[in-house]
């Protein structure tokens, strides 16, 4: 069974940073496309990012510079280190497996970035 | 700032069928990249629902299927059940901002 667990949340004052983890089972990260998506709250989802299974990388816009996502392929997880954090990061962050579309989805861990 | 429009909100009766639509650009949905559906039970993450325009995912009711024509695509719930009370979202890739986008999302209530 394929599992995707977030963790690594929690209220950070703006410009602080934080790392998220993803940790799978049931699948192997480095063979496939992970991405990261969020959702603010009462709002819409936003691809985040993408990381291929050749490591290549992509961001929206709205972190570029800022995020980097990457994987420990000997831990089977996703990692999410987000620096220069404001305000409109606030969101949960979700943790999917794949690229064109998203079939495995973790339950999201929230951020909230405020003083 | 979402480049797929939905409506708000749909409703219907149970039994009844709703359509929900997906408006892109030709940068989009019109450039020949699918679209692809999720459904978002309240206060739970977001689940595949119709991937590559029109195909469900293993243990998705045959209730739920999906199309795509020029720069729109459309999701059709058939036999409306209060379950199915949730909010919906496509999802395409846009080549000129080179991101994979979602809609706006469409909250769906039975009545």
């Known amino acids: 069974e394929v599992q995707l667990v977030e963790s690594g949340g929690g209220l950070i004052q703006p410009g602080g940073s934080l790392r998220l983890s993803c940790a799978a089972s049931g699948f192997t990260v480095s063979t496939n496309y992970m991405s990261w998506v969020r959702q603010a709250p009462g709002k819409g989802l936003e691809w985040v990012s993408v990381?291929?299974?050749?490591?290549?990388?992509y961001y929206a816009d709205s972190v570029k510079g800022r995020f980097t996502i990457s994987r420990d392929n000997s831990k089977n997880t996703l990692y999410f280190q987000m620096n220069s954090l404001r305000a409109e990061d606030t969101a949960v962050y979700y943790c999917?497996?794949?690229?064109?579309?998203?079939?495995?989805w973790g339950q999201g861990t929230l951020v909230t970035v405020s003083s | 700032q979402s480049v797929l429009t939905q409506p708000p909100s749909v409703s219907g009766a149970p039994g009844q069928r709703v359509i929900i639509s997906c408006t892109g650009t030709s940068s989009n949905i019109g450039a020949g990249y699918d679209v692809h559906w999720y459904q978002q039970l309240p206060g739970t993450a977001p689940k595949l629902l119709i991937y590559?325009?029109?195909n469900r995912p293993s243990g998705v009711p045959d209730r739920f299927s999906g199309s795509k024509s020029g720069t729109s695509a459309s999701l059709a719930i058939t036999g409306l059940q209060a379950e199915d009370e949730a909010d919906y979202y496509c999802q395409s890739y846009d080549s000129s901002l080179r991101a994979y986008v979602f809609g706006t999302g469409t909250e769906v209530a039975v009545l």
């Open positions: 990381i291929y299974s050749d490591g290549t990388t």
């Open positions: 590559g325009n029109s």
């Open positions: 999917v497996r794949g690229s064109g579309y998203y079939y495995d």
